[in-house]
Nanobody
Framework: QVRVVESGGGLVQAGGSLRLSCAAS????????MGWFRQAPGKEREFVAA????????DYADSVKGRFTISRDNANDTVSLQMHSLKPEDTAVYYC?????????????????WGQGTQVTVSS
C-alpha cells in the first residue's frame, strides 16, 4: 500500500504565499517522480508541477511557471510546493501524486497513487 498525504492548505490574500507539503511512504519514494495537480469546482484536474525521482529535474505548467517551486527531500520522504504571488485563479484542491517510475510525466493517468487533497483558497 502506498500512502500519500498532503498538508499546508489554507486561505490567503491575493499576492501572498503558501507552502504545501506531501509525505509519501510504502514504496520506493526516492525512485518515484512526484507531481502536484489541482482541481477547481466544476473543472478538470490539471497538472501543476512535477519533479523526477533521481536527478530532481522539474516541470511546471505555464500558468504557475515563475511563481511556484517544487522540491523534494528524499531523506524525509517529502515533496513540497512553494507558491508565491498567488491569484484567485489558483483557488483549488491541490493533490500530491506519486508516479512510481522516475521519469517526469504530466498526465494524471501516469500517477497511480494520490493523496486526499488540501484546499487552497486565494481571496481577492
Amino acid at each position: 500500500q502506498v500512502r500519500v498525504v498532503e498538508s499546508g492548505g489554507g486561505l490567503v490574500q491575493a499576492g501572498g504565499s503558501l507552502r504545501l507539503s506531501c509525505a509519501a511512504s510504502g514504496r520506493t519514494f526516492s525512485n518515484s517522480a512526484m507531481g502536484w495537480f489541482r482541481q477547481a469546482p466544476g473543472k478538470e484536474r490539471e497538472f501543476v508541477a512535477a519533479i523526477s525521482g533521481s536527478a530532481y529535474t522539474t516541470d511546471y505548467a505555464d500558468s504557475v511557471k515563475g511563481r511556484f517551486t517544487i522540491s523534494r527531500d528524499n531523506a524525509n520522504d517529502t515533496v513540497s510546493l512553494q507558491m508565491h504571488s498567488l491569484k484567485p485563479e489558483d483557488t483549488a484542491v491541490y493533490y500530491c501524486a506519486a508516479r512510481g517510475g522516475a521519469t517526469l510525466m504530466r498526465s494524471k493517468t501516469s500517477y497511480p497513487y494520490w493523496g486526499q487533497g488540501t484546499q487552497v483558497t486565494v481571496s481577492s
